[in-house]
């Protein structure tokens, strides 16, 4: 369970930082006393966003660079405690049309942040934040930790990858690592430009732009849904925990519900708006999982996280915030 008061005076070291999890995290663990540091790269059209430490902006160290630059992170990583490894291309179309920029960041600068931190800081605990989209179509569900992983994306093939290379740091080299597979996360600061990272964000935008709600295909597929302040509780949980290292775990939700659904749950909660279903482009079709819901059992039973927030509430809150900063996110 989670000691709040053992991350006062923590220094604490988010990549990814300023995008829609890292953001979230940072304020609460400066909420929690920690001494923490953000790295983004601020890539356009990517999810990082100054916006969304305007309540810690003093209170945070930012350093702007790539943590594909390894003289960078060697820097970074030293006099840690914890690394969130939270940066990440998190685009799976994008992935598939330029799958080089997918590698270099979800694999290949994996290696180089655990190379640092095996050189300048081996004793600093590392949570990675991965992804179902590793598993693929389910076979079954509730898909638990020991379902194929057969991806059907680029990026799927190199968050793997990326996960791999911690478990190896951690085994091998004793650089204590932990991975989260999240599901669909949603919450204040999430990126909602465009569909091209998450459908939620663009629905969100539309419905307060007076827009339909575009739904692919019939709507039927189920999905599950982690409201952000969740996920950070279990990235808090496992990065306290000395059972983690080593250990991957599912996120999931108990109140999983299709498309169709979660959209009518947004206009009844927005007061208004509609949405429309429409035919699944290609290329979207091509990578889609279909039905998906994780078995967060393990995690459960194990370090005793659970989500808490149940949609109804999740969404109202993303909603205000929206509602409230949407010039800050167009
Ligand atoms: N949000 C979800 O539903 C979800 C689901 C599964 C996995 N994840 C994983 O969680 C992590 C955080 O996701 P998020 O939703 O906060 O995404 P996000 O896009 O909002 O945040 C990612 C951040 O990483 C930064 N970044 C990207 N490439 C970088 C680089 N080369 N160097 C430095 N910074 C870089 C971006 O600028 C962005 O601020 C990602 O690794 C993602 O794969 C998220």
Redesign the pocket.
């Known amino acids: 369970m989670l000691d709040s008061l053992s991350f006062n005076n923590k220094k604490i070291l988010i990549?990814?930082?300023?995008?829609?999890?890292?953001?979230n995290l940072a304020i609460r663990l400066v909420e929690l006393g920690s001494q923490v540091t953000l790295?983004?790269?601020?890539?356009p059209k990517?999810?990082?966003?100054l916006w969304?430490i305007e309540p810690i902006k003093d209170k945070v160290r930012v350093n702007i660079?790539?943590?594909?630059?390894i003289h960078s992170m060697r820097y970074l990583v030293q006099g840690q405690d914890i690394l969130f490894?939270?940066?990440?291309?998190?685009s799976h179309i994008d992935s598939m049309e330029d799958p080089y920029t997918d590698l270099?960041?979800?694999a290949h600068?994996q290696l180089s942040i655990l190379e640092a931190c095996r050189h300048y800081n081996p004793d600093l605990k590392v949570v990675?934040?991965?992804?179902?989209?590793i598993y693929g179509r389910p076979e079954y569900l509730p898909v638990n930790e020991a379902h194929p992983q057969k991806p059907v994306d680029v990026?799927g093939i190199n968050?793997m990858a990326g996960e791999h290379y911690h478990l190896v740091y951690n085994d091998v080299y004793n650089i204590r690592s932990c991975i989260l597979?999240?599901?669909?996360?949603?919450g204040p600061?999430?990126?909602i430009v465009d569909a091209r990272?998450?459908f939620l964000g663009i629905w969100i935008r539309n419905l307060i732009e007076g827009k339909p709600i575009k739904i692919f295909g019939d709507g039927n597929q189920i999905r599950d849904f982690?409201y952000?302040d969740d996920?950070i509780d279990a990235m808090l949980v496992v990065s306290q925990d000395e059972r983690s290292n080593g250990k991957v775990y599912n996120l999931g939700a108990s109140d999983k519900l299709n498309l169709t659904d979660a959209a009518q749950l947004l206009v009844t909660l927005y007061n208004g708006g509609e949405y429309e279903h429409v035919s699944f482009p290609k290329d979207r079709k091509a990578i889609d999982i279909g039905d998906y819901w994780g078995d967060y059992s393990l995690i459960e039973n194990t370090l005793g996280w659970s989500p808490k927030t149940l949609l109804q509430e999740g969404f109202r809150k993303t909603l205000d915030y929206f509602i409230e900063n949407i010039e800050h996110y167009r």
Do not use: H, P
Request: avoid cysteine.
């Open positions: 990549t990814g930082g300023l995008g829609f999890i890292g953001s790295v983004d790269s601020l890539i990517y999810g990082g966003n969304n660079s790539d943590v594909r630059d490894n939270l940066a990440g291309q998190t270099e960041i979800n600068a990675f934040a991965s992804t179902r989209q990026n968050k597979r999240l599901t669909n996360s949603y600061r999430m990126r990272q998450t982690n952000v996920v």
